[in-house]
């Protein structure tokens, strides 16, 4: 007996499926929809904010720091951590005249208030001063050729010499999703006796300064060739580096699973049920 095909409007393909086959695929499809949805807002953010919690540095085996850490000048009040959220925002601390030794130049980290020899120790080539960082409590690899600038590059020969020292290179970066940072010297106190400083008329480092997202630091009165606002402190910037690419955690990547097998198995069972349908259209 040939093969006789009856009652066949389109192609096969577009068959009436059996009782029930439609309900299934709505619902398997609304279950994979909402599965794919929950993987959506279980994924982590592109941008974490950059929170700087501790400061603590070294210069010269003297050591100055936030108010939460351990050290015999702790300068700086982060209030709890102070918040950098966007790539670009910057935190600069340097004097602030509250806590430490030095009174109102309580930075002056090329001096060295409260080294072991008593008074001041100023950082020379014949007695050099090594840097250290610390940020958040990691301790920070320093490299480039302004390690060195709290130290004045260990050429602070006193008197009135100008310990002034402009942002002139990063010396630690954490890479995306961290911060990077800067050294820099403000000094418009040191010059020729009824002269003015050699970096005059500004002699702090150029923008962010006290212009930063947050600046941390208070400028004294009148000393030496200084009438105000004045400055003869070591300076750091911390700035917010651009965000890390976003890791899936592996809840994430387990309902994605989810939601793939599910539209795999909804796909599957279409085709499954079209041949069926086709072969029923197909009378012998």
Same mark, same amino acid.
């Given at each position: 007996?040939?093969?006789?095909?009856?009652n066949v409007t389109g192609t096969p393909w577009e068959s009436i499926p059996e009782r029930g086959t439609t309900m299934r695929k709505g619902s398997l499809l609304t279950v994979g929809a909402f599965v794919f949805g929950l993987a959506s807002f279980a994924a982590p953010s592109?941008?974490?904010a950059v929170v700087i919690s501790q400061i603590s540095v070294t210069v010269g085996g003297v050591t100055w720091c936030d108010t939460t850490t351990a050290c015999l000048n702790q300068i700086w009040n982060l209030t709890g951590g102070v918040n950098l959220p966007t790539a670009g925002n910057s935190l600069v601390?340097?004097?602030?005249? %509250?806590?430490?030794?030095?009174g109102a130049f309580n930075f002056d980290t090329s001096d060295r208030f409260g080294n072991p020899m008593g008074g001041i120790a100023t950082c020379t080539l014949v007695n050099p001063c090594t840097t250290s960082l610390s940020i958040n409590g990691v301790a920070q690899t320093l490299g480039g050729g302004n390690v060195n600038v709290l130290a004045d590059n260990n050429l602070d020969s006193g008197g009135t010499h100008n310990e002034f020292h402009d942002w002139n290179g990063v010396v630690a970066d954490t890479g995306l999703g961290g911060f990077r940072v800067w050294f820099g010297y403000a000094d418009n106190v040191h010059g020729p006796v009824g002269g003015v400083a050699p970096c005059a008329p500004n002699c702090l480092p150029s %923008?962010?300064?006290?212009?930063? %997202? %947050?600046?941390?630091g208070q400028g004294a009165g009148a000393t030496g060739v200084c009438t105000s606002n004045c400055f003869d402190a070591g300076a750091i910037r911390i700035e917010a580096n651009g965000p890390?690419?976003?890791?899936?955690?592996?809840a994430s990547l387990l309902l994605l699973g989810t939601g793939l097998m599910l539209g795999g198995g909804v796909a599957r069972r279409q085709v499954v049920d079209r041949i069926k349908s086709a072969v029923r259209s197909l009378k012998l």
């Open positions: 007996m040939g093969i006789r095909i009856a592109a941008s974490e601390v340097t004097q602030t005249g %509250t806590g430490g030794l030095g %923008t962010p300064f006290a212009n930063a %997202t %947050t600046f941390i890390a690419p976003a890791i899936p955690e592996p």
